[in-house]
């Protein structure tokens, strides 16, 4: 029994040191990473990269390093001047990831935080460089010209650390007080401005009208004036009679108003007494 037991003993720990062995002779890459092996009998880092999947190493001698190769997105912040010195505060969103062909030498030259020593640095050059050429309007207006110029200036220093951009573009654009304060006087000046031409516009109506309603009635006294020259004193009784019918046809449809004809002393009338006009109160 007690050899049964020294067997089994003995079994049991072989396969654990079997599976240590194993365990150590091995690695995993997952989805999305690579790794880079350090070898310490063949200089450092190999240069070959090492795809998703298991991979054996010889313990001691070597040891994997996994990296991630996913695009990943960052914001870079930064305030800067523009060009008619007006300060900016302006935010960057990049998608990057590193470039697998060169993880060996991005691993050797700058370690596993690459992303924290490049990004900052290189985005905060970039936006400093292009900003500084536009004035605060030509940042608003020509926004998607700044988003480009950013993106190339951008993937031409991130080569130079093996990094790739999917994406860049500007989620975030303010400006300090002072010019937001002139914006909006210059908003306010500008509809002052369009208020003073419409007042402009509306006495230039009114001065034509009244040109032409004064032209209008001096052609119509012009013509007065040939008629009477023409006729005499013909026109103007025209005008009395006239007048004389319109105020008889307002005085009919009044219901308190007589007319009494004139009359001469003693009964005998005369043509030349005039006739009354009473208004009876109807109270």
Known sequence: MDKALGRLSG???TLAIGAFTVNSCIYNVDGGERAVMFDTLRGGILPDVRGEGTHFIIPVIQRPVVMDVRTRPR??????????????????????????EKLPRLYR??????DERVLPSIGNEVLKSVVAQYNAEELLSKRAEVSARIKEEMMKRADHFYLQFDDVAITHL????EFMKAIESKQVASQEAERQQWVV?????????????AEGEAEAAAIITNAMERTGNAIIEVRRIDAAKEIAAKLAGSRNIVYLPGG??????????????????GK
Do not use: C, H, Y
């Not at 030259?109 to 690459?114: I, K, M, P, Q, V």
């Not at 516009?201 to 309603?213: L, S």
């Open 11 to 13: 079994m049991a720990g």
């Open 75 to 100: 914001e870079i912040p930064s305030v800067t001047g523009t060009k008619d010195l007006q300060m900016v505060n302006i935010k960057l969103r990049v998608l990057w990831r590193p470039v697998i």
């Open 109 to 114: 030259e700058l370690g596993t935080d690459f």
């Open 174 to 177: 303010t400006f300090g007080r």
């Open 201 to 213: 516009r509306r006495a230039e109506q009114e001065r034509q009208a009244v040109v032409t309603r």
């Open 264 to 281: 001469g002393s003693g009964g005998e009338s005369s043509g030349n007494s005039p006739g009354l006009l009473l208004n009876i109160d």
